[in-house]
């Protein structure tokens, strides 16, 4: 499991290396809510591809491992300890959007500049996608019951649409 304190240690591992990063999936939900709403397997976070080398060097400074490799898309790296980071690689434009290869090069996804906001981790700021762009995500699969959980959190919270 991927707990608060270890959320903000590999977030100021990232920072000292000079990494920009966001957070998405789970963590970046509650980061939006700005409270812990359950347990989070892993740690979803988007990055600066031209970052990756700073990235990947920093969080096998720490012990991390990668354990999945699906670049351009995403690739995973592993603690001893059982956490995970899932990480996204994106290609940023001059006016703020980026956006992050998929499995399907003719569906790549797309991030608006105005998707990337300010949550809380504790009593932390952090970088996370705005409650839109994780809807948007939470789209084109069966969802896990965290997942529709997740979506009636950001429902209540933003009063925005989900796909359910």
């Not at 996204?88 to 906001?117: I, K, T």
């Amino acid at each position: 499991m991927m707990s608060r304190n270890d959320v903000l240690s590999v977030l100021a591992l990232l920072r000292a290396a000079g990494a920009d990063v966001v957070i998405a999936g789970g963590w970046g939900i509650d980061a939006l809510l700005g409270e812990e709403t359950r347990e989070h397997r892993d740690l979803d976070l988007l990055h600066v591809r031209e970052q990756e080398p700073v990235v990947v060097a920093a969080l096998e400074s720490a012990g991390y491992t990668e354990t999945l490799d699906w670049r351009p898309a995403r690739f995973v790296l592993a603690h001893p300890t059982g956490r995970e980071i899932d990480l996204h690689p994106l290609e940023f434009a001059a006016d703020g959007s980026a956006v992050q290869s998929s499995l399907d090069p003719a569906a790549p996804f797309r991030y608006p500049a105005d998707c990337f906001v300010n949550g809380t981790v504790g009593t932390t700021t952090v970088r996370c996608l705005s409650a839109g762009q994780q809807a948007l995500f939470h789209q084109g699969y069966e969802p896990a019951e965290r997942d529709v959980a997740d979506m009636r959190r950001l429902r209540e919270k933003f009063g925005i649409d989900t796909r359910f």
